[in-house]
């Protein structure tokens, strides 16, 4: 039996679980799960990932962990109980986890490798932490640590911010509102800008001296030298190099590595200096050989320099080799640094071109404790510390020092009877008091231990040496008294024995007579002379004499006067303990000297602050006991003597003895009676203070009352101690009465000068500090009463002066901070005074900064459920004084224009966050009785209405999201749930007050409006969260979105007929609200729209302004991303559950379907705009939602608007021809009027004959990109009209040259033609706007049928290619997949008269027959009836499929969808005409242009004619006559007569042609390929006896062959002769074309690698062996026989490219288009056998034909081309099996705008306005200007053909919409 858990709640899987069993759940190993009930060894709950999905897992899989329960029950709540940050440590790396492999999937590196280190290192700390072995600090330290680390995850990955408080997640619910914000913007301020450290610190690590002349022991002094003041600023650091010019002792890193510490950010400047001096310890001179000397001395090496501002730049961690620069002066050593710094160092040497000291540099910043934890490493192996010369900045109480800095300048000397100079080496000893040498008290510098003695370098032969060597000197304060320091002068022989002479010394005393030490400064120390064995131990000896030049003034020794030698020392003491000021000696030593009483406190201000506060206890002690000896007389003096100290630890040098003095208080402070003397004082000040002129030294006093009252205060405890508590009375009123005189002279308004004013500030700057000491002597209440009487006196006008209100409101601040407020007690009394002053500036927005932190600190004390009385009490004071100010100081705030400064913008956001923070704070705390008090306080209707209206507008700006960080959710989340709490408080007021007689519709509206920003907030989309943040949030708050939703549905309810005033405003909100995801709001809101539509339908009988508002919006927030299908189908269902019963409903269902179908195309749309590239979906999708809007909507401006998007995506496409059209929709909307149209889109404000002329231009351009010029000629002409009417000649001009232009690129430039695609998009997964249709599509330059369907493919990549052309079936339609069927088609152009004209070029004739093409067509051939195995010929039917488009192409996009379709079928005999008749054609263009020279070498005719002749020597043609001439087709079809009559035609016309054609081959062909001419001619005889022909003037009179383009004319009855090569009369034509012979194979979805007319022929119904044997059978009879052909006077040659012939030659643009109509006469057009495909339709040359079924698709009835009846001439008729003429379209269709031309036959429509021609006025509107006719000859005089002048051509129509 389950039973539900008590104590197992919450527990870890640490075992995978496979849920095998009934109800199990499957776990991952560390899941973590929440148990509900257990039963024998299992457990019943859910994984806390997937908190949906319950189920049952056994219990030994689960680590139970101690947990708290929330919420028991149903809905309870676990939170384990372990520390918080390893709880947050938890669910953080699981939610990091997802991300992070999605960092891998975005190919985001860096962070994924980042992030991984950081997750590794969370997981250490981790269990670090868990295994609790951690010390407090250290566990507070490694949660510093991960807690940073959190954090810097969290903002990598975009996620929120987390407030903690000690490094654990602070619950929003357990604080004040004001101090989450102040967490927030901690952690916030502290990730934005780091804290610029006050102290820094130089790491200096030696490595080695590389240099070429070494071979000696080097001393390396490293120092700060500051060049502005020329003086070091820091100790040195020494140490010592071997011979290698490597450190000494490299196992001891504090030998070779130091830190330079306490430097303030004012040392970090360029002009201070690391400076380095190489000492070498060795010979005198640096050559000399090695016996000369033995003895080694001290001498100058080098020195290098490098300022500190070269390692601002970062953190340099590579080693810098620093120049090292050799002194050849000695007697300018002591200068060198400054003069390398100068930049004077070309009076030096470098040490060698390769020679350099290799050092590592680092600024390290911080205090130097958080030095030590963050490089530890550094400490851990050792360094030397290497102090700023005398005190830090800052001095420490506590800090023990007592150094004696002695730099030894120079000397002055005699030559001391030698002929040179002297070298002079100083020794330095320490002689204590016994005549004893101090030992190890004289430092060289950090790096080496103290020595005994001290040896300066040797300057050599100088007798005034200058050294400037620095030494520290630690002697201990009990060794100072009565030491000296002795220094021994000695000259150093360079002889062999290299002998010190000893000839003169030196001596300074530590300390003087009066106990004062040696004085800072430089000394000039008498030089005593001695012999070299003077024996100088028994210091007593020499103590005697004079040691300075100073101490000679007042004597008479004249020897020691007389000399002249002399040396000098500079002295600086560092001490915590002595002193070297008179005047603090005297003061302590008062006793002595009661006489100098008054002197010595009149001058304790002269004394250094420095000695004061180091003797601090000693002068306190001496001041009370001073005012204890004699209260009278010295009670002022010694008042302002404290004072004076007081101020002296305000200063920040000092500020840490404030301890210090506040310790001697406490502990040593022994002035029982003081108080009294204290009171009295500061009384007298505080009265005089009004009438006094110079306030500063009041000011001193008032400024230090902090600490007079600490001892006021102490001192009445020890007398109250001493003497039971005598006088309290009297102490009472001291005090009373000194507040009196407070409150006088705070009450005082400054007068003038603000001399007043300023004792004023500096009085209530320090007054808080006071409460504190009182109330060690009074009650809370007592304090609370006479701080609110002193706060109550201050002025209230506002007007004065602005420092000093300033001062009161931080006063006000201080004492809201303090703890007296802190006490509910003492709060009550003084939150009164505190609000009165914050009141008054808020009113006057002066100080909202400060103003803003007070109340801050106020709402922070009141937590978030107190529902104590007095809380409850104070929350009335602050509604009552506060909350309407507070509202209108957000909205002033918020108003004001954002300052431009990074800083103040900062401090903006600041404060109105403050601000915020505090409205929400005290919201928050408000309770029902709260609210209706509030509301029951206004008096009248206009009030609570203001009130109202502003805080709706108030929440507004709450909502907004630059009102907080984006990263700050939580935030964001308390403010929601706060704003939706008080309008649920505020709607039953507006329900109250604004309905029925007092409806105010600005007030509901702001209503409704604030509900709706509130829905739509980003930080409310729960959707977006992660399934863990999710649950957190819906735990907490709930989905608040719903709450308001049901909200505004219930307000809604309420309004009854006001509703009326809403629509259709209201219509898009609502709209943008059902959008959101979250089905529980759509059920909802959706209903609301029938409530609209009902009374909009009440209200004026349609709902026509509903259905507009709902297009219009809809179009705007779905392209936003909003809304999906479910939305679409559940909108649908409930609006037509919902309108059912009412009476409009069959409008109602309309206005639905309307909006429904345009959701469909809306989400198409957006679906498809996501992909990367432009593809035929996004232009398709577009073009569906264009012609909805257009054709359903008739929105012109969301028409026009998708034009432009469509004509964008054109132009990324580079579909410029498309784009053109595109452009022309809007154009056509327009007139050439001057009517002012607004600013739309890029269009400037401008006329309407200005867009569209800039429309004109524009697609001009793009239709000369897409080589569409002769739709550019009509456009230039009609704007050249519009120039010419306003006489602009200047525009006109450069239009006819852009026309002129035009024409010259038709003829000058090749045009591609393109192949056209049936694509059919078969299944329910594809776009409503293709799903189950079919397309003929435009394809690109080059592509082919296998290009193309890789496409497809690829902008589909889940549809299946079908692989049949059938249609297809129902399950097909309904299937849930995506099926693509795609096969080539054949264009057929309209009947067009420039098609038909003779001599008119194919670069011209190409534009037609491609262009504006309605219909296109595919052939399938099949077997009808028994198939003759002989001769498959008998059988071989074609079905003929032609499709009719809704638009022609080109258009607005590179598709259309079929609109019809039509199938007819061509019997065998009809199919072989046509073959023949195209292969005719074929081979006369092949002859004309090899004739005309347009070849550039004969291959092509000669493949031709060996295709046609040789495959009729192998049973071609002959097969024709076998199927057809028998005598038994010929019975059995009596119907076919004609056409086997016109067979027979065609077969002797295609011998005549091939007779005329080998005369020109013989001609032109090479002389490698005349065997092959040869065997033609030989197979041609053969050929035509197979046929039956001997000559041909035997079987019929000579039609003469008539040729394009130069071949010869003649008479219709001449003789064959004529038809002579040598005869023809060549006319040379420029063509842009050639046919390089190249055979293309072209595959297709159906059909493989094989010519056309086996595909053809070969039907669908084959079976794969039956096509093989057909091929072969094929290839082997017929060759390159009769192909089937289509009219070539429709046809679109592939002429036009070079390129594409050099590629992929087309085989046959054949058909485009059928005649349907009657033949043509024989004699062909001077171009239609350019048109003709040899290369296309010759299986030599090309494959199949790229097509989805087979070559067959370009076969097309045939033209008429034969031999004329020779009698009469009549046309032989092939009605009987043409396809049936398209009918005309019904005129009730709109006629589609997307040509420039309109269909003349098919669409009769009036001339638009915008580019219709007048045909009076004109010329004519087809560009090209036709050849004049040319007359025929009739060479046999028999009749002649008269001239008849070419009929003018129709002027061209165009669309319009």
């Not at 075992?15 to 499957?26: E, K």
């Not at 009076?347 to 020679?355: E, I, P, Q």
């Given at each position: ?791 109550g006196s201050l002025p209230t006008i506002m007007h004065v002066d602005d420092s000093l209100q300033a001062v009161k409101l931080q006063c006000i601040g201080k004492t809201v901070e303090s703890q007296l407020y802190t006490n509910p007690d003492s709060r009550y009394i003084l939150l009164p005074v505190v609000l009165h002053h914050l009141h008054m500036h808020l009113q006057e927005q002066k100080d909202l900064i400060m103003c803003a932190r007070i109340l801050s600190n106020i709402f922070c004390l009141i937590k978030k459920n107190s529902s104590e009385k007095s809380v409850l009490e104070e929350i009335d004071v602050i509604v009552t004084s506060l909350l309407d100010i507070l509202l209108r100081t957000i909205l002033e705030i918020t108003s004001r224009p954002q300052p431009s400064g990074s800083a103040m913008r900062l401090q903006f956001q600041d404060v109105t966050g403050e601000f915020v923070a505090c409205l929400l704070s005290l919201l928050r705390q408000m309770t029902d009785r709260h609210y209706q008090q509030l509301l029951d306080g206004f008096s009248t ?917």
């Open positions: 039996m389950w039973i539900p858990t008590e104590h197992e709640k919450y527990g870890v899987v640490i075992a995978s679980f496979r849920a095998t069993v009934p109800y199990g759940l499957s776990l991952e190993i560390g899941d973590t799960v929440q148990i509900l009930e257990k039963c024998d060894g299992w457990y019943r709950g859910f994984a806390l990932k997937n908190p949906n999905i319950k189920g049952i897992f056994p219990s030994s899989y689960i680590h139970l962990k101690n947990a708290c329960v929330k919420n028991k029950g149903q809905f309870e709540m676990v939170i384990p109980t372990e520390d918080s940050v390893i709880t947050e440590m938890t669910s953080t790396l699981r939610d990091w986890g997802t991300m992070w492999k999605q960092l891998y999937v975005r190919n985001e590196g860096d962070l994924f490798h980042r992030l991984w280190h950081i997750m590794n290192e969370i997981l250490d700390l981790r269990r670090q932490v868990l295994v609790g072995h951690l010390t407090h600090d250290r566990m507070k330290d490694v949660k510093r640590h991960i807690t940073a680390r959190l954090d810097w995850g969290n903002e990598q990955l975009g996620l929120d911010l987390v407030p903690r408080k000690e490094y654990a997640m602070v619950d929003p619910e357990d604080i004040s509102i004001t101090e989450l914000y102040r967490l927030m913007e901690h952690r916030h301020r502290k990730k934005d800008t780091p804290v610029q450290a006050s102290s820094h610190h130089l790491f200096v690590q030696m490595k080695s001296l590389m240099c070429s002349n070494l071979g000696e022991e080097l001393e390396v002094i490293f120092s700060l030298f500051d060049s502005k003041e020329n003086r070091p600023i820091s100790e040195r650091f020494f140490l010592r190099l071997n011979r290698n010019g490597l450190p000494k002792s490299p196992e001891k890193p504090e030998r070779h590595c130091s830190l330079f510490v306490d430097l303030g950010s004012s040392e970090l400047r360029k002009d201070i200096y690391i400076t380095v001096h190489i000492i070498r310890i060795g010979r005198m001179g640096a050559g000399e050989k090695k016996n000369a000397c033995s003895v080694q001395y001290r001498r100058p090496f080098g020195c290098a320099v490098l300022s500190i501002a070269d390692l601002l730049t970062g953190e340099t961690k590579d080693d810098l080799i620093l120049k090292v620069y050799m002194c050849n002066t000695e007697s300018e050593w002591y200068q060198i640094h400054e003069n390398i710094i100068k930049k004077l160092n070309a009076r030096y040497n470098l040490t060698g071109s390769n020679a350099g000291l290799a050092v590592s540099l680092q600024l390290l910043h911080g205090d130097i404790e958080q030095i030590r934890r963050e490089y530890s490493s550094v400490f851990t192996h050792g360094v030397s510390i290497t102090r700023k010369l005398g005190f830090s900045n800052i001095i420490m109480p506590g800090e023990m020092r007592n150094d004696l800095y002695i730099t030894i300048e120079r000397g002055e000397f005699e030559k001391g009877g030698k002929s040179v100079a002297r070298n002079v080496e100083v020794t330095m000893y320490i002689i204590d008091s016994n005549g004893q040498n101090l030992k190890d008290f004289i430092s060289f510098g950090s790096g080496e231990p103290p020595a005994n003695e001290f040896h300066s370098f040797v300057l050599y032969h100088n007798n005034s040496p200058r050294w400037s060597e620095l030494l520290k000197l630690p002697i201990p304060v009990d060794k100072f008294r009565g030491s000296h320091i002795r220094f021994e002068f000695r000259h150093c022989s360079t002889k062999e024995k290299g002998e010190k002479k000893l000839f003169g010394f030196s001596f300074v005393p530590l300390m003087q007579e009066d106990g004062r030490t040696l004085p800072d400064g430089t000394h000039e120390l008498i030089v005593h002379k001695c012999e070299e064995n003077t024996n100088l131990q028994d210091s007593s000896r020499y103590l005697r004499l004079p040691f300075s030049k100073v101490s000679l003034l007042g004597t008479n020794n004249q020897a020691i006067k007389a000399t002249k030698e002399s040396f000098w020392i500079t002295s600086f003491l560092c001490s915590t303990k002595l002193t070297q000021n008179g005047d603090m000696l005297d003061l302590l030593k008062w006793r002595t000297h009661p006489d100098k009483i008054t002197g010595c406190l009149s001058k304790i201000k002269e004394i250094d602050g420095s000695e004061i506060v180091k003797f601090l206890q000693d002068t306190l002690d001496t001041l009370f006991g001073i005012l204890d000896e004699n209260s009278q007389k010295y009670g002022s003096k010694v008042f302002d003597s404290l004072v004076h100290i007081i101020n002296l630890l305000q200063d920040s040098k000092f500020h840490h003895f404030k301890p210090v003095m506040d310790t001697y208080i406490e502990s040593h402070f022994a002035g029982a009676l003081a108080y009294r003397d204290l009171i009295k004082v500061l009384k007298w000040y505080v009265d005089r203070i009004t009438e006094a002129e110079r306030q500063e030294h009041i000011q001193e006093v008032l400024k230090a009352q902090e600490y007079i009252f600490k001892y006021i205060v102490q001192s009445r405890r020890l007398f109250s101690l001493a003497t039971g508590g005598q006088n309290e009375e009297e102490f009472r009123c001291c005090i009373q009465e000194l507040l009196m005189s407070v409150r006088f002279f705070l009450s005082q308004e400054s007068k003038g000068s603000g001399a007043l004013s300023q004792s004023q500030a500096v009085f209530l700057s320090s007054f808080p500090a006071v409460y504190s000491e009182l109330l060690k002597l009074f009650d809370v209440r007592e304090v609370a009463n006479l701080v609110h009487d002193t706060l209707k206009e009030e609570l209405r203001d009130f109202l209206l502003q805080i709706f507008t108030v929440f507004r700006i709450l909502i907004r999201p630059e009102m907080f960080p984006k990263d700050w959710t939580v935030m964001r989340l308390v403010a929601n749930n706060v704003i939706i709490t008080t309008v649920l408080y505020l709607s039953d007021a507006l329900r109250k007050n604004f309905l029925n007689e007092n409806f105010d519709y600005k007030i509901w509206d702001s209503y409704f409006y604030l509900a709706v920003i509130f829905i739509n907030q980003l930080c409310l989309q729960l959707e977006m969260f992660t399934p863990s943040k999710k649950k957190k949030v819906l735990e907490k708050y709930g989905d608040m979105r719903v709450t308001m939703g049901c909200e505004i549905f219930s307000m809604w309810q309420n309004l009854g007929e006001h509703k009326l005033h809403f629509i259709p405003a209201l219509i898009g909100p609502f709209l943008e609200v059902t959008l959101i995801p979250q089905p529980d709001l759509r059920n909802v809101m959706i209903p609301i729209f029938h409530d609209m539509m009902d009374w909009e339908q009440r209200r004026s009988g349609n709902f026509k302004q509903v259905e507009a508002k709902l297009i219009d919006k809809l179009d705007s927030l779905m392209s936003e991303g909003k809304g999906d299908e479910t939305y679409r189908e559940l909108f649908n269902s409930i609006l037509l559950k919902k309108i059912e019963r009412e009476t409009w409903r069959e409008s109602g269902v309309s206005l639905i379907a309307t909006v429904t179908r345009l959701m469909e195309r809306l989400l198409d749309y957006r679906d498809c705009m996501k992909m990367g590239e432009v593809d035929g979906k996004k232009i398709g999708c577009t073009v569906s939602l264009l012609n909805f809007y257009k054709t359903e909507l008739n929105k012109e401006e969301m028409y026009i608007r998708y034009i432009h998007k469509l004509y964008d995506l054109h132009l990324k496409a580079q579909n410029f021809t498309e784009a053109a059209y595109t452009l022309l929709l809007y154009d056509e909307l327009l007139e050439w009027s001057d009517r002012p149209l607004r600013e739309f889109l890029t269009y400037p404000m401008q006329t309407e004959w200005q867009r569209k002329e800039y429309l004109h231009l524009t697609i001009i351009q793009n239709f000369d990109r897409g080589k569409c010029w002769e739709n550019g000629i009509i456009l230039c002409r009609k704007i050249a009209e519009q120039y010419e009417s306003y006489y602009d000649y200047r525009n006109l001009s450069k239009m006819r040259m852009m026309e002129a232009s035009l024409y010259d690129k038709i003829m000058d430039q090749q045009r591609l033609e393109p192949e056209f695609f049936r694509v059919g998009f078969y299944g329910k997964k594809f776009p409503f706007f293709l799903r189950n249709k079919e397309f003929v599509c435009r394809g690109h330059d080059y592509e082919r049928l296998e290009a193309f369907q890789q496409r497809m493919l690829n902008e589909f990549p889940h549809a299946i290619a079908m692989q049949h052309a059938n249609q297809p079936d129902e399950t097909i339609f309904q299937a849930e997949a995506q099926y693509l069927q795609i096969y080539a088609v054949t264009p057929i152009p309209e009947s067009q008269e420039v098609l038909q004209r003779e001599g008119i070029p194919d670069n011209i004739k190409s534009f037609y027959k491609v262009n504006h093409i309605w219909r296109f067509r595919y052939d399938r051939p099949f077997h009808k009836g028994t198939k003759d195995k002989e001769n498959e010929f008998k059988s071989l039917w074609v079905e003929r499929t032609s499709l009719i488009l809704v638009q022609s192409l080109p258009g607005i996009s590179r598709w259309f969808e079929v609109e019809k379709r039509e199938v007819v079928e061509m019997s065998p005999l009809e199919n072989a005409i046509e073959v023949l008749e195209n292969k005719n054609q074929q081979l006369k263009t092949l002859i004309s242009q090899c004739q005309t020279r347009q070849m550039q070498n004969i291959n092509p005719l000669t493949m031709c004619l060996n295709g046609v002749i040789d495959a009729a020597v192998n049973g071609g043609v002959s097969r024709y006559q076998e199927a057809f001439f028998v005598k038994e087709y010929i019975l059995n079809h009596p119907e076919d007569g004609e056409k086997i009559t016109r067979l027979r035609e065609l077969m002797l016309e295609q011998a005549q042609i091939l007779e005329f054609g080998l005369a020109v081959h013989e001609k032109f062909v090479p002389q490698d390929m005349r065997p092959l001419h040869k065997k033609l001619v030989d197979q041609f005889f053969v050929m035509k006896s197979s046929l039956g022909i001997q000559e041909f003037s035997a079987c019929i009179q000579a039609s003469p062959v008539h040729f394009p383009n130069g071949s010869p004319r003649v008479c219709r009855n001449s003789a064959p002769a004529s038809m002579s090569p040598d005869g023809a009369r060549v006319i040379p034509r420029r063509s842009p074309l050639s046919y390089p012979a190249v055979n293309r194979y072209s595959s297709s979805s159906l059909s493989s690698q094989a010519s056309a007319e086996v595909s053809n022929i070969t039907g669908q119904s084959e079976s794969s062996d039956e096509v093989f044997n057909m091929q072969r059978m094929l290839f082997n009879h017929i060759g390159d026989g009769p192909l089937p052909r289509s009219d070539p006077n429709l046809s679109a040659p592939d002429k036009a490219s070079p390129a594409r012939h050099g590629t992929s030659v087309s085989p046959s643009p054949a058909g485009r288009s059928p005649m349907k109509g009657s033949m043509q006469s024989f004699t062909p057009s001077p171009v239609e056998y350019h048109s003709s495909g040899l290369i296309s339709n010759s299986p030599v040359l090309s494959g199949s034909y790229s097509s989805g079924i087979s070559s067959l698709s370009r076969c097309s009835t045939s033209e008429t081309s034969g031999f004329e009846n020779p009698v009469n001439e009549q046309t032989v008729s092939m009605s009987t099996y043409s396809v049936p003429e398209e009918p005309v379209r019904k005129e009730s269709k709109t006629p589609p705008p997307y040509s420039v031309y309109e269909r003349t036959l098919r669409r009769p429509a009036p001339l638009p306005h915008s580019l219709s021609i007048p045909v009076t006025s004109e010329p004519p509107a087809l560009p090209p200007k036709p050849l004049l006719a040319r007359s025929t000859n009739l060479e046999n005089g028999s009749r002649r053909t008269e001239q008849v002048p070419r009929p003018r051509p129709l002027p061209r129509k165009v669309s319009q919409l």
